[in-house]
């Protein structure tokens, strides 16, 4: 048998090996999974687990081990060597990762790490016995490793290795196919029996289509959304929200509460150019206004979920398991709210539907319309309609809970033969012109334009409520989900998502609140704030915040100096003038305000302490 065919039998056989091992690790995890009841959801399970740590022994081998090998056969000591290393420290980091898991329900990564360092004993407290356990644990993982690759090596033309390594490859892409089509479509069925076990493994991300499932007609959403409690966890095994029993009280005076979010609106946006609409609301007899208000993402899906939860982006993937709703619309509909809920985006991406609104019955999850600005203008007349329907037919006796999600500042979207103030401005955004040393000036005139667009429809709602006399008992919430950037920091970030500086998160906010005075606050205050002040204010809960939410009331003003800032694959501890941010590889790094290096800067063992907490906050104690 020639060298390198040696390497390649080898190669399979060991990380077949390592795969079937840690595979094995990770059913510690299944504990902490939902109760597995469907036969799909134990397929699922027991495939995903599989190919997912075969996968990563594999990639090892082919982005490693096989080109060097082939290339160079004499090093195959030293590679048996690194992947003998390799595969002890992979087993050694999956099995500490089920120990950290088990109390603080979220997995190890290099910031995690890091935290847990700088908490010292506070965290983890470990005598020499423990250390050497660890140590000794680790030696003999290493021997054992080795043993067993020196008798792979040894016996590599064995017909045991040689014949069978095609029909264990070929188990290997049968599972990881069947694993992430039946994900696929259960994601796209909101089947919670089989997503809701994703996030409990490492590093395991199955294959999504639902958009594309849904605009290709293969599932119709509204029947989907019609039959999800058949596929509804009744609980999830680890959430605990709200921590105890509420304890609320009817409204009194009973106001109603509408909330306004303008998607991508940034901090700078509530100018009296820009949206003037906007701009005198926020100069209301009875409107406080929040210069320093940070939002809870960079992205959609954390923007919304902190503002309704008042906790982090960080549990998305735990509460949509189980779809929890917010304590703030389970408290609305226990008080009978009438429900007006409109959003130009579809409330299915993301998934509001089985989170923010999950315990709610008949509302639209698309809205008619090409565009987002004539979407926009469709939600504005469902609301208006809404109003009008209440006053004629003599049932506004009871309040209501409106929501308007307007979609057009995102979108950049404004009609043809609409006024346009901001020139020069693009007609349409360019991706491919954008650079560090582009002026941005024309793309910040269209998003402005798009903006001044969605004013209007903004000031439509605002005359009616104050025509019908409704502004008298209506308290009116006007915000964003995140910024939007246009290479403010110039290092070529524009858009959102792709980092925590003030462009991409910090965020108007203006309430109007009957009977408060008008005010302008200039201290930090955060999206997860907002549902403890209508908790504490309006229904009156004599529950402690930290029962439901890790915010404050929003005039509190002595409070932590950080704040807990998600995005779709990662997030950040932000403070005032610098940002911590996590990375999915497990890396971190510490950035200041311009999304520039501070290598010097670390977080105190109180703050690591304080956040280690705050992410484990909601999630059950083993």
């Not at 089920?98 to 847990?116: C, D, K, N, P, S």
């Not at 406080?288 to 939860?309: C, M, P």
């Not at 609301?383 to 308007?404: C, E, M, V, W, Y």
Request: proline share 5%; hydrophobic share 40%; net charge negative.
């Amino acid at each position: 048998m020639s060298e390198r065919r040696r390497i390649v039998n080898w190669g399979v056989a060991f990380s077949a090996i390592t795969g079937i091992v840690l595979t094995l690790i990770a059913t510690r995890f299944i504990q902490y999974m939902p109760d597995i009841s469907s036969a799909k959801a134990m397929l699922f399970i027991s495939t995903g687990l599989f190919s997912h740590f075969t996968l990563m022994a594999l990639l090892f081998l082919l982005l490693v081990i096989l080109p060097i090998g082939l290339l160079t056969p004499r090093l195959h000591s030293s590679l048996r060597f690194i992947s003998i290393l390799s595969a002890t420290v992979g087993t050694v980091l999956l099995i500490a990762d089920t120990f950290v898991y088990a109390q603080y329900r979220f997995h190890i990564t290099g910031f995690v790490l890091e935290m847990l360092i700088q908490g010292g004993s506070q965290i983890i407290d470990l005598s020499w016995v423990t250390w050497g356990i660890i140590a000794g644990s680790l030696t003999g993982i290493y021997l054992v490793f080795r043993k067993v690759s020196n008798w792979l090596w040894q016996n590599s033309h064995h017909p045991l290795i040689s014949k069978h390594k095609s029909k264990y490859l070929a188990v290997f892409f049968a599972c990881l196919l069947g694993s992430n089509v039946l994900h696929l479509w259960a994601d796209a069925q909101y089947d919670q029996r089989i997503t809701a076990l994703v996030r409990h493994v490492p590093m395991y991300s199955p294959a999504t289509a639902k958009e594309a499932l849904l605009s290709s007609g293969f599932l119709d959403a509204e029947s989907i959304r019609e039959n999800r409690h058949e596929f509804k966890l009744p609980t999830s095994r680890s959430v605990v929200y709200p921590k105890s029993e509420l304890i609320t009280a009817e409204p009194n005076p009973k106001l109603n509460i509408l909330l306004v979010i303008l998607d991508s609106a940034r901090f700078d946006i509530l100018d009296p150019d820009v949206m003037p609409n906007y701009w005198a609301f926020s100069q209301g007899q009875n409107t406080q206004t929040f210069n320093q208000h940070i939002s809870g993402g960079n992205s959609t899906r954390t923007g919304v979920f902190n503002l309704f939860y008042g906790i982090p982006g960080t549990y998305w993937d735990a509460f949509s398991s189980s779809q929890t709703a917010p304590v703030l619309m389970d408290t609305l509909q226990k008080y009978a709210y009438d429900m007006s809920i409109h959003a130009a985006a579809p409330l299915t991406q993301p998934a509001f539907d089985r989170t923010v609104f999950a315990n709610v019955e008949n509302f639209p999850l698309t809205t008619e319309g090409d565009t987002p600005w004539q979407r926009d203008e469709k939600i504005t007349q469902d609301f208006l309609n809404f109003i009008k329907q209440r006053q004629a037919t003599n049932t506004h006796q009871s309040p209501f809970f409106g929501f308007l999600f307007y979609d057009g500042i995102h979108g950049f979207s404004t009609p043809d033969d609409a006024e346009k103030p901001f020139q020069p401005a693009w007609k349409r955004v360019d991706h491919l012109s954008l650079n560090s040393d582009f002026d941005a000036g024309p793309y910040f005139n269209l998003y402005k334009n798009a903006a001044y667009q969605v004013d209007k429809q903004l000031g439509k709602v605002l005359a009616q409520l104050k025509q019908q006399q409704l502004l008298e008992n209506t308290i009116v919430i006007i915000t964003s989900d995140h910024g939007q950037e246009f290479n403010d920091n110039g290092l070529n970030y524009w858009g959102h998502g792709s980092n925590f500086t003030p462009a991409q998160v910090h965020v108007p906010l203006a309430i109007h609140w009957p009977g408060k005075p008008k005010a302008i606050y200039a201290h930090r205050t955060t999206h997860s704030d907002i549902s403890v002040t209508l908790m504490e204010d309006l229904f009156q809960t004599q529950s402690p915040a930290q029962d439901y939410s890790l915010g404050h009331h929003l005039l509190e003003t002595e409070r932590a100096s950080w704040s807990i800032a998600g995005s779709y694959v990662n997030y950040a501890v932000i403070e005032p003038n610098y940002q911590v941010v996590t990375y999915q590889t497990g890396h971190y790094e510490v950035l200041d305000n311009s999304a520039r290096a501070l290598p010097e800067q670390t977080i105190d063992a109180k703050t690591s302490l304080a956040v280690m907490e705050a992410l484990s906050h909601f999630y059950k104690a083993k």
